[in-house]
């Protein structure tokens, strides 16, 4: 296995049920990292940018409404195989479909509103993490 970093947002709804803790608690219980950090509200035109591959999608605007509706905390998490580690926590986009004790299945509200995203390749990683951060505020932990 290789230490990874993966790019993390803990979206809307969840920042709204106070819920942040108990999530970078299962984040660090798993041996994620929290390697930057930023509480704040993404603005419209990045966070179409940064789901620029859901653009055609009927959902798509709904998507961009939702995320830019308030504090949302963008993170790069750092741990061995942290990509494929983020998603096996988050557990599946549908909550309904979400492994119990999963992030999803404790604090999704909606497929939309499905609490936090977790980049899903190496080059999504890359890409998302860069979007949001500068390199001298990445930890190298
Ligand atoms: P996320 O991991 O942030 O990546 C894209 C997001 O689109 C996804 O989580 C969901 O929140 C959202 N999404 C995916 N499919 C649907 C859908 N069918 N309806 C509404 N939102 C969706």
Do not use: W
Not at 123 to 132: G, K
């Amino acid at each position: 296995m290789a230490k990874e970093q993966t790019f993390s947002i803990i979206k809307p709804n969840a920042v709204k049920k106070n819920v942040i803790g108990p999530i970078l608690t299962i984040f660090e219980k798993n041996g994620l990292k929290v390697a930057a950090a930023k509480l704040t509200k993404i603005p419209k035109e990045k966070c179409e940018e940064f789901y620029a591959e859901h653009k055609a999608r009927p959902f798509f605007s709904e998507l961009v409404a939702f995320m830019t509706s308030g504090p949302v905390l963008l993170m790069v998490l750092s741990g061995e195989n942290a990509i494929a580690k983020n998603r096996e926590v988050m557990g599946a986009t549908d909550p309904k479909k979400a492994a119990p004790g999963t992030i999803r299945a404790l604090y999704a509200d909606s497929m939309g509103e499905n609490a936090v995203h977790g980049s899903d390749s190496p080059s999504s990683a890359e890409r998302e993490i860069h979007l949001f951060f500068d390199k001298s505020e990445i930890v190298n932990l």
